[in-house]
């Protein structure tokens, strides 16, 4: 449970940062995504989930990440 945590806590400092150090363009980048078809961005979430879960599996399923 405290890995989760930790990991949810990075996971939002990380989604935080553009926001913090780039508002403006943060802006811009938002607006440009209203523009975006809803099936683009549906390929887009789908592709960032799958590329995050195998990143979870091959961090703890393999010795890739053991120090």
Same mark, same amino acid.
């Given at each position: 449970?405290?890995? *989760?945590?930790?990991?949810?806590?990075?996971?939002?400092?990380?989604?935080?940062?553009?926001?913090?150090?780039?508002?403006?363009?943060?802006?811009?980048?938002m607006?440009?995504?209203?523009?975006?078809?809803?099936?683009? *961005?549906?390929?887009?979430?789908?592709?960032?989930?799958?590329?995050?879960?195998?990143?979870?599996?091959?961090?703890?399923?393999?010795? *890739?990440?053991?120090?």
């Amino acid at each position: 449970m405290k890995l *989760l945590v930790t990991v949810i806590g990075m996971v939002f400092v990380i989604e935080g940062i553009p926001y913090f150090a780039f508002p403006e363009k943060m802006q811009a980048y938002m607006r440009k995504m209203q523009d975006m078809p809803p099936g683009s *961005l549906r390929v887009m979430g789908a592709f960032s989930i799958m590329a995050g879960l195998l990143l979870c599996y091959i961090a703890l399923k393999t010795g *890739l990440f053991n120090g």
